[in-house]
């Protein structure tokens, strides 16, 4: 079991009693910003959605935990369940000592409130989570939208983040489009299928389009073991593949002179990504400046 989940079963347990989700999402979202899990990368991230700061992989692995027995399956209420009580408590004691007290002081600090002077207190001293609220505690805090992203050829990679860290950042930044350029946008990293990020950007208010005829076919890819393979691969992608598919760098182009758009794919390393020669094309294309984010 992953770190973060037993400290979700150690914010249970110590709670001593049922959460409601919103409840539950915001003692999480307070450990995230307010204890010394702000450092840690690998817990929970969070982007603004319909009743404030929201987690998709935390919402994911809480199904998890549901399947497994440890919290119960009602949607209305987030507590452990009896019969298998003592091993979510002994997972959560396998817990580093900083961490359990992390909860506890969370606990202390923000577990006797009800729920409306909860969203309230999160709501004002982090407004940007406030963004897409659709609770009336939204209308109380004054939330400014960012500005649309100025044109330019804007990429991305996800390598190393989590979906939700992801979204909040591309949002900040004002983009409007997501243009996932994978030739099969399948993924292991929860979040990053194609149907997964389709999903996500019609619920945060973005637009999706995939466009695999400007990515690189996986047999392509066979047998590339070192920075020099990857170079002679995207050359090839440059001079051979791009060529044929100015159709779509045009289609592209055009795309990104209208809304804020940002192509996406895997790698963090730009140098080692097709969208760098991607980009280029386009900007050629458009005269528009590249910008890698």
């Known amino acids: 079991m992953l770190t973060r989940q037993k400290t979700v079963l150690s914010l249970l347990t110590q709670a001593g009693r049922p959460l409601s989700p919103t409840v539950f999402v915001k003692l999480v979202f307070l450990l995230r910003h307010e204890t010394g899990l702000e450092k840690d990368r690998s817990f929970y991230d969070f982007v603004p959605y ?37 091993l979510a408590e002994e997972e959560a004691e396998d817990l580093p000592s900083s961490i359990r007290a992390a909860v506890a002081d969370v606990l202390e600090r923000y577990g006797r409130m009800n729920q409306k002077a909860l969203i309230r207190d999160v709501y004002t001293r982090y407004p940007w989570f406030a963004l897409n609220s659709k609770l009336p505690e939204r209308d109380a805090v004054s939330v400014q939208r960012p500005k649309k992203a100025r044109p330019a050829v804007y990429t991305a990679g ?84 791009l ?17 804020p758009s940002v192509l996406v794919c895997v790698e963090k390393d730009v140098q080692c990504c097709h969208r760098s020669r991607l980009a280029e094309a386009v900007a050629r294309d458009t005269g528009l400046e590249v910008v890698h984010l």
């Not at 637009?207 to 005829?213: D, F, G, L, Q, S």
């Not at 060529?243 to 809304?259: I, K, N």
Request: aromatic content about 12%; glycine content about 10%; charged content about 30%.
């Open 158 to 241: 996800y390598e190393g983040r989590s979906v939700d860290a992801f979204f909040n950042d591309l949002l900040r930044r004002g983009i409007h489009v997501i243009v996932d350029v994978r030739a099969n946008p399948v993924s292991r990293k929860y979040g990053f299928s194609g149907l997964r990020l389709g999903e996500f950007c019609t619920k945060l208010g973005l637009e999706y389009r995939h466009v695999p005829t400007l990515g690189i076919p996986g047999s392509a890819r066979a047998g590339l073991n070192g920075f020099a393979s990857y170079q002679r691969l995207l050359k090839r992608y440059e001079e051979t593949m």
């Open 243 to 259: 060529p044929e598919r100015a159709a779509e760098v045009e289609d592209v182009g055009r795309l990104m002179r209208r809304q």
């Open 50 to 86: 319909n009743f404030g700061p929201f987690s998709f992989t935390l919402y994911w692995e809480l199904g998890s935990l549901r399947q497994n027995g440890y919290v119960t399956p009602e949607e209305d209420r987030i507590a452990l369940c009896g019969r298998t009580r003592r």
